[in-house]
């Protein structure tokens, strides 16, 4: 049987992935420092910041997905640095030395991301001085790092998820949910802009597609997403509905919301304040431009096309919170 | 900041559409020029080289398009831009350079570089003249000269360019030139639309310190405006040198230029009558920052100067029957030419007077002064006078200009000077307009005019003086050649500005026959002309024309009975009219007699064209005319008609991917040229059933071709003896061809390409909605679908409600890709000619920035 490394396989699309992989009849190894909770896979607990447990996992593996990295919007960026350059670096060198022939890095179009509208865009490179946040500044790093070992004999190639969401997600539906419960969710300006997402199904598809992608589509980047981007406000007004919360009605204009974002980013990173701010410069920005992606060269390169769409996505989500409900 | 220097610099790097790796510096014995040069880029062996010379105060970063398409080009040419001496970033010598210093030290550039022939000069502003001097002195070497707002006369100061007068005054001259960056700025600022930060920011790179502008303020004073001016001889020896050059010549020109207007334009197209011109009707003096020139002038390049076709040996030409050939016939026939009816009263005009009054209209004309080929703009409305006064001209062989008020002031304007009459034809509103935007020299007035606006005008002669003038003159007119240029028709400019449509007298008279033997018309047969243009028909078929009781002007005041009234008149039983002809008279069918109806039932055929015609308008025509086969004709100004269908065909074709037209006319040819992934029409002309692609037309009555638009020309002619429409659409297994749109408003999404007709009828059907636009988001090839829904209720602009947006979501399912958005708008913008074809151009635009998160405004 094929071995395989996921790391970050508690999060909702490492898990998945995980999940995956053991379906298809892989032997499955899973790194991350709280157990998975999924079925059929040897859990290895520890950060991908310890070397030595990062080799006890990778031993004997032929490919690795690399997902554990510090996904937040607060915080301070050393500690992002250490998860996601220095975490992975760790991970890159024990693999290559444990003879792993193929590593999918999961990435994120933010690294590539300055600010402006993304409108059809490719995968352009990334910006570890330039991207927005300390999250996409150090995974572009990461990327970077990742990309630049790729060589015969240890392919490696970057997957960028764009917004992946599904039941059971924490990140986007989540934050979107809890904030709608809260009336703390406005909607920014227009409500216009094209956000293109991923259903987590599709995301989980493109990276073991990329798990055997041929070689000649390694030691490049590709956004992945569900090609069917959607005005902001249609989206989360969707979820919203999906998930039985109220939707949004307060209007608020972008262009405050941005100035507001930046504040309460300040506010957070000098005051000891708990938790994460209302609303930060980034999701303000993230909410009032638009993000879509051409995905013709992804779909060429990994031999993959979306299954599940925006709406089928939404009647899952839907499905998933009445289950719930009923529970 | 660039620090004051006297040496020779490369450009610096980071400036927008500059690659720092064409910059260099080439030492000559009078100074050491910064020039642009992409010999090191180029892959392939280049067809020749293309010398660039900027004018003043510009430098070679004015070329960085021309670069860049001449380094990408499947032919590539090497590109020469040079810095002059003491300008851009070329060394400060300190020495003052005249228009023969210049041309010299250009010389011994070319002589360093070694350059070999061909060479095709290039120049701007000055730099033209120096440009044109080097071609001069190098015939060996020269191959072609291209020009972009330049000149090679200069007329003494009390008439140089107002816009320049006052910097030519020494005092002034040093503080605008040299002092202070005015002279730069406001050249900058002459750019439309306006220049992006970064690119007027890189025009000033050189210019940084007064130092550096020296030469700025040497070169307005080189202007020779003054007989007795030191480089005057030098323009003159050019100039002369020019109208000797028989090398292929292209003038691309931006018409909004206060300093070289379009009488430079014409200074030079009489030096050099075989030149190419393309002349952009809202660019002005930067035209290469305005418009694409650069590519246009690579194909040019290529036809003109690296691949001319063979010589052209044109098969004889059938003869052709002149359409003024049966009024002439028919000068003894006292039989009614045309029969206005004004309520309860007629005018009746026989072909003898008919044939009489333009025979002396066209003498008259040539008395004025007015030559076979110069140009007549007629601005009158349709009528007896708008009849003879176009056939005089067409007898005479002057070319008549028809520009109709459906464009706008605006673009009538801009469309009537582009063609540059001699003289304009007018009702006097319309001479108001023409004096004051200086259309032409001279003014005939039709119709009534007030004696004092008369005089304060400067009309030369009336109508009826015209036609005293040629009653008693013996001039002998001869015929025009069936070859030579007819008429120039204007496209209604929905998509950009409005273009001069170039028609020979044997289009005119292709355009004739096919009408003819389409709807059955011959001579001694009458119809009525319900849509009023069709009234100038007749006398060409040789049938009597007959102008029901309406407001020429307003299409729908024509009433049920009014038609009726007309048809009886004549017993005619062919009636031209348009769709608003056509809601009007189903709006007042109540109000008609049985009389009415009875006369009406005669019809026996109907033609409604000048729009598109909806089916269901002419279903209910057909309750109104039981009698009538109901056609429509599809075509454009550049070839009318080219297909025609019966509505019954059209019910019989049902529901299809667009409009169904219907079959092409006689003579008329029609193919299909297949689109790419991308929404480009490329391919190879075929009458393949089913592909969809860009429809091309070819007849007896096509264009002959645009008028001073040569870009736009070859690359609608680029098929040897085919028109590109511009319009998609594809064949049926019947030779049927059906409409879906046009090429540009084609949607490229990434699992094939979306033509916006036929979903818009899905989304028209629609509870609530007006009329709904289809169109693209985003990158060619990978872009969204968005729909623009004009409601029935008036909404703010914005994102659709979720009800309507799930509609027509639902309404569209089965696309190649879904729709990504639903957007509403009080009002669709539409062309003013019509009101009906939707400007998808400016919707997408809108969309594309509220999709994006800016603000936009419709």
């Known amino acids: 049987m094929r071995t395989v490394l996921v790391t970050g396989a508690s999060g909702m699309l490492g898990g998945a992935v995980a999940a995956r992989l053991v379906a298809d009849g892989w032997d499955v190894r899973t790194l991350q420092r709280r157990p998975s909770g999924v079925a059929g896979v040897h859990d290895e607990l520890g950060s991908v910041t310890d070397a030595e447990a990062v080799s006890r996992a990778v031993a004997g593996a032929e490919a690795v997905v690399h997902l554990a990295a510090k996904v937040d919007i607060v915080g301070p960026e050393a500690e992002y640095r250490a998860v996601n350059v220095e975490g992975t670096r760790t991970v890159l060198d024990a693999a290559r030395a444990a003879g792993v022939s193929r590593m999918v890095f999961v990435s994120s179009p933010s690294v590539a991301h300055t600010g402006d509208s993304l409108v059809g865009a490719g995968a352009g490179p990334a910006e570890p001085s330039r991207a927005r946040g300390p999250y996409a500044r150090t995974k572009a790093a990461a990327e970077q790092l990742a990309l630049a070992t790729d060589q015969p004999g240890f392919r490696v190639l970057a997957v960028r998820p764009h917004v992946v969401w599904g039941p059971g997600d924490t990140q986007l539906v989540g934050r979107i949910v809890a904030r709608a419960r809260a009336g703390r969710l406005p909607i920014l300006g227009s409500g216009a802009p094209l956000i293109d997402t991923t259903y987590v199904d599709n995301a989980v598809d493109a990276l073991v597609a990329a798990l055997t992608a041929p070689t000649d589509s390694y030691g490049q980047a590709y956004v992945v997403t569900n090609g069917e981007p959607r005005p902001v406000r249609e989206l989360i007004d969707a979820i919203c509905a999906a998930s039985g919360v109220p939707v949004p009605h307060r209007r608020v204009p972008a262009a405050l919301a941005r100035a507001a974002g930046a504040g309460l980013d300040a506010a957070w990173a000098h005051l000891p304040l708990p938790g994460e701010p209302p609303l930060t410069r980034f999701v303000a920005e993230q909410l009032s431009t638009a993000h879509w992606f051409d995905q013709r060269r992804t779909r060429e390169a990994l031999r993959w096309e979306p299954r599940v769409s925006v709406d089928e996505g939404i009647a899952r989500l839907a499905a998933h919170t009445r289950a719930a409900v009923d529970a | ?858």
């Open chain 2, 1 to 858: 900041m660039i620090a004051p220097t006297t040496v020779a610099t490369l450009a610096p790097s980071g400036l927008p559409g500059l690659d720092p790796a064409w910059s260099r510096v080439v030492r000559t014995p009078s100074g050491a020029w910064h020039v642009l040069d992409n010999a090191a880029q180029l892959t392939a062996e280049p067809v020749g080289t293309l010398l660039c010379v900027h004018g003043n105060p510009t430098w070679s970063y004015l070329w960085r398009t021309f670069v860049a398409a001449a380094t990408a080009a499947d032919r590539p040419w090497r590109v020469i831009a040079v810095d002059q001496l003491d300008m851009g970033f070329s060394q400060r010598t300190g020495d003052t350079h005249l228009l023969a210093d210049r041309v010299r030290e250009l010389g011994e550039l070319t002589d360093t570089l070694g350059l070999t022939e061909p060479v095709v000069t290039a120049g701007h502003d000055w730099g033209g003249s120096i440009s044109l001097g080097w071609a001069v002195d190098h015939p060996e070497l020269l191959a072609g000269v291209v020009l972009l707002n330049t000149a090679v006369f200069q007329p003494l100061a009390e008439r140089a360019p107002a816009a320049l007068r006052p910097v030519m005054v020494p005092g002034v001259r040093q503080a605008a030139t040299v002092t202070t960056t005015g002279f730069i700025d406001t050249t900058l600022a002459l750019a439309h639309p306006r220049l992006d930060g970064a690119v007027r920011n890189a025009f000033r790179a050189p210019y940084r310190t007064a130092a550096r502008r020296a030469a700025v303020g040497d070169f307005v004073a080189d202007i020779p405006a003054v007989a007795e001016h030191v480089s005057r001889p030098e323009l003159e020896r050019i100039a002369a040198g020019v109208s000797e050059l028989d090398v292929p010549a292209l003038l691309a020109w931006g018409a909004r230029d206060p300093v070289f207007s379009d009488r430079f334009l014409r200074d030079l197209l009489d030096r050099l009558p075989h030149a190419d011109v393309h002349r952009y009707p809202t660019a002005g003096h930067l035209v290469a920052e305005d418009e694409d020139v650069a590519t246009g002038v690579l194909r040019w390049l290529d036809t003109r100067v690296a691949a001319p076709a063979a010589p052209v040996t044109t098969p004889e030409r059938p003869p052709v029957r002149l359409l003024g050939a049966t009024l002439t016939e028919r000068a003894a026939d006292n039989g009614p030419a045309l029969v206005e009816l004004h309520g309860d009263t007629s005018r009746t005009v026989s072909w003898r007077a008919l044939a009489r009054r333009t025979e002396e209209i066209a003498r008259g004309l040539a008395v004025i002064g007015v030559r076979p080929g110069d140009r007549v703009a007629v601005l009158v409305p349709p009528g007896a006078d708008l009849t003879a006064v176009l056939y005089a001209c067409l007898r005479l062989g002057a070319v008549v200009v028809v520009a109709d008020a459906g464009l706008g002031v605006g673009a009538l304007s801009r469309a009537v000077k582009a063609s540059e009459p001699v003289a304009v034809i007018g009702i006097e509103r319309a001479l108001l307009a023409a004096k004051a935007f200086r259309w032409a020299p001279t003014l005939v007035a039709a119709g009534p005019i007030n004696r004092r606006v008369r005089s304060a005008l400067g009309v030369e002669a009336t109508l009826v003086e015209l036609s005293d003038l040629g009653a008693v003159s013996d001039a002998e007119l001869a015929w025009p050649d069936a070859d030579d240029e007819a008429a120039v028709l204007f496209t209604s400019g929905s998509t950009g500005p409005a273009k001069g449509v170039v028609y020979t007298h044997r289009g005119l008279a292709g355009m004739r026959d096919a009408v003819a033997s389409t709807y059955g018309i011959s001579a001694e047969c009458s119809f009525v002309a319900a849509f009023a243009p069709f009234a100038l028909l007749g006398p060409a078929l040789g049938a009597t024309s007959v102008s029901p009781d309406m407001d020429v002007t307003a299409p729908r005041t024509l009433t049920a009975a009014a038609l009726a009234a007309a048809v009886r008149a004549v017993d005619g039983a062919v009636v031209f009219a348009s769709p608003a002809a056509l809601a009007g008279i189903l709006a007042t069918q109540d109000d008609a007699s049985d009389d009415d109806r009875a006369a009406l039932a005669g019809v026996e055929t109907l033609l409604s064209a000048g729009a598109p015609v909806p089916a269901d308008l002419l279903l209910a025509v057909r309750g109104l005319l039981p009698g009538a086969h109901l056609h429509t004709p599809y075509g454009m100004t550049e070839m009318l008609p080219v297909t025609d269908v019966e509505l019954d065909e059209i019910l019989a074709a049902g529901d299809g991917p667009g409009v169904c037209v219907g079959r092409p006319v006689q003579g008329a040819r029609v193919t299909i040229s297949a689109l790419a992934d991308e929404g480009t029409a490329v391919g190879l002309p075929s009458d393949e059933p089913d592909v969809l692609g860009e429809i091309l037309v070819t007849g007896p009555h096509l264009k002959d071709r645009y008028d001073r638009l040569w870009f736009t020309q070859d690359a609608s002619a680029r098929d040897a003896g085919w028109h590109r429409t511009g319009d998609v659409g594809r064949l049926d297994a019947d030779g049927r061809l059906w409409v879906e749109g046009r090429l540009a408003h084609v949607v490229a999404t990434d699992h094939g390409v979306v033509t916006p007709v036929a979903p818009e009828r899905r989304v028209d059907a629609l509870d609530g909605v007006a009329r709904a636009a289809v169109v693209g988001v985003g990158p060619r090839g990978t872009q969204q679908i968005v729909v623009v829904v004009e409601p029935d209720e008036p909404a703010g602009a914005g994102l659709a409600e979720p009800d309507l947006a799930a509609r027509v979501r639902d309404a569209l399912v089965g696309l190649p890709v879904p729709v990504a958005a639903v957007l509403v708008v009080p009002g669709l913008p539409t062309d003013l000619r019509h009101n009906s074809k939707i400007d998808r151009t400016r919707l997408a635009g809108w969309a594309s920035a509220v999709l994006a998160g800016r603000r936009a405004r419709l």
